[in-house]
């Protein structure tokens, strides 16, 4: 009896501790995604201009594309963080692994000391898994960074991705795989290897065998989150002086992948729409404003909310649609929302913001806002955004059991950041002959 107490009582300390690490996690990833984001929105804004201007078969669009790719890369991994802090699941969508590992390859490669070489088999078909395809570039790039790092002598990195059929039960060193046809992703070192009490603790949150300032632990947490969200399971080999092997089992799907290809057709344009546009980051504001020109807008920049009401208010018929930060000093982007709400009900106001949450999503519903977007943005994103709040063909507000289409809208928004802060919840939505359900 007393040592079953015992047992309990370090299970219930174990978990205090760990949900002690998560708070510590979401505080941390909560103060530096707004910052950070405001660094890749300014990447994502020069490195797209550069992409338009570069001549078709230079070096140097091939460049600034791969810029971009890391930018989009830099983005997931933010969200991941978030994620991972607030236990939220990714997408689930048809990915090809193979695509997503040829892509980590191709950034790997660029970085790769010159005493490491990479060996890497990947197949040219694809190879489908239902998962978030940002969540499993994380993986890949995780583990071929600690292997790298790992191999500080140099040595061999080798990547293989294979299909595989597992006939009966497999347990595996965290996880067990039932019956069925599964893609087999190893990555493989040559490096110092670790032994039995490291092995048992890798995908611990904030572990690492790493100096001070050379890791915070959570790269393989994250690796295991994922795998695990995503019904894999992960085997691990390794010892002392005779280098790592993870495997990482996926289960393959006959869904098939989508083919259209949302990004071929240019971004809706402006025709010369007056944007009042507000963000306190002197780079990003100017970076904002040369893209909106570059879509068709004509924006009128302000670095505070105090500057922006007061340029609205001596014209405010002259702006068709506000574009503002929310996290501002004085007047944040809700505050300055809810005035101009309140001056002119019908204008447009997107907020924007380099970390979102339930509780903002309810601020910003509550300030009028007509859309939310987080930061960093791209261009198609902030013309498609722009299109769809200037360009209705019905801006009157229909009933509906005494909501607004807007107000119905935004606690679809709401009930979505909800389910995906508590977990695996289904709940289904239903407005007339529309219907969605949330998982």
Aim: with cysteine; proline share 5%.
């Amino acid at each position: 009896m007393t040592m079953t107490l015992e047992a309990e009582r370090e299970r219930l300390e174990q978990r205090l501790r760990q949900a002690a690490k998560m708070e510590a996690v979401g505080r941390l990833a909560g103060g530096i995604a707004h910052d950070f984001n405001n660094v890749l929105a300014g990447v994502f804004a020069y490195g797209e201009m550069l992409v338009e201007e570069t001549p078709a078969g230079s070096p140097l669009k091939r460049y600034a594309q791969n810029v971009l790719t890391a930018a989009t890369r830099g983005r997931g991994l933010v969200e991941q963080i978030l994620a991972y802090s607030r236990s939220q699941r990714g997408k689930r969508t048809p990915v090809d692994v193979a695509n997503v590992v040829a892509e980590t390859l191709e950034l790997v490669r660029g970085s790769l000391p010159t005493a490491i070489r990479l060996e890497a088999s990947v197949p040219e078909l694809p190879l489908v898994v239902i998962g978030d395809a940002t969540q499993l570039h994380q993986v890949v790039t995780n583990l071929c960074s600690n292997a790298i790092q790992a191999m500080s002598g140099g040595g061999i990195l080798r990547v293989a991705l294979e299909m595989t059929d597992v006939s009966g039960e497999r347990a595996l060193s965290h996880g067990t795989l039932p019956p069925g046809r599964y893609v087999r992703l190893s990555v493989a070192d040559s490096g110092s290897g670790m032994d039995e009490a490291t092995l048992s603790r890798i995908f611990e949150p904030f572990f690492t065998t790493k100096e001070i300032g050379q890791g915070t632990g959570l790269g393989r947490a994250l690796v295991y989150a994922i795998v695990t969200d995503s019904g894999g399971a992960i085997d691990v080999k390794s010892a002392l002086k005779q280098g790592t092997t993870f495997t990482i089992y996926l289960r393959h799907s006959e869904v098939a992948l989508a083919t259209a290809d949302d990004t071929a057709a240019p971004p809706p344009r402006g025709n010369g729409e007056r944007v009042l546009l507000v963000d306190d980051e002197a780079p990003l504001l100017v970076a904002t404003a040369e893209v909106l020109s570059r879509l068709g807008y004509e924006p009128a920049s302000f670095s505070d909310g105090h500057a922006a009401l007061a340029g609205f208010d001596a014209a405010p018929g002259r702006f068709d649609v506000v574009m503002t930060d929310e996290v501002m000093s004085g007047l944040t982007g809700t505050g300055l929302a809810s005035v101009l709400r309140r001056r002119r009900p019908d204008l447009p106001i997107v907020l924007v913001s380099g970390y979102s949450g339930p509780l903002l999503a309810q601020q910003a519903l509550a300030a009028g806002v007509s859309e939310l977007l987080t930061k960093p943005l791209q261009s198609r994103e902030i013309a498609t955004t722009l299109a769809r709040v200037l360009h209705r063909t019905d801006k009157r507000p229909h009933r509906i059991d005494r909501e607004s289409t807007a107000s119905a809208r935004w606690n679809r928004v709401l009930v979505k950041e909800l389910i995906e802060s508590c977990g695996d919840l289904r709940i289904q939505y239903e407005e007339g002959n529309n219907h969605e359900t949330f998982r």
